[in-house]
């Protein structure tokens, strides 16, 4: 919420994180703890384009697994 407040957006990328599991040098540069295997990634950046709304779900039509 803060990032968005801030006019940033945010989008998660699962894929990227099992191969940088394996670079440890990767892990280290970025500050992850020893021990630690990212699950996915969290990117910010200010977006190209705006949109005027967002989909609408409900909370119902979450799933978690």
């Known amino acids: 919420l803060a990032a ?4 940033l957006a945010t989008t998660m990328i699962g ?3 099992p191969p940088l599991a ?3 040098d990767a892990l280290r ?13 969290l990117i910010f950046g200010y977006p190209d ?3 005027l709304r967002a989909i ?3 909370f119902s039509s979450v ?3």
């Open 4 to 7: 968005e407040a801030e006019g």
């Open 15 to 17: 894929c990227a994180a």
């Open 22 to 24: 394996h670079r440890r």
């Open 29 to 41: 540069r970025h500050g992850v703890p020893a021990g630690a295997l990212p699950k996915i990634l």
């Open 49 to 51: 384009v705006h949109y």
């Open 56 to 58: 609408e779900r409900p």
């Open 63 to 65: 799933a978690v697994h």
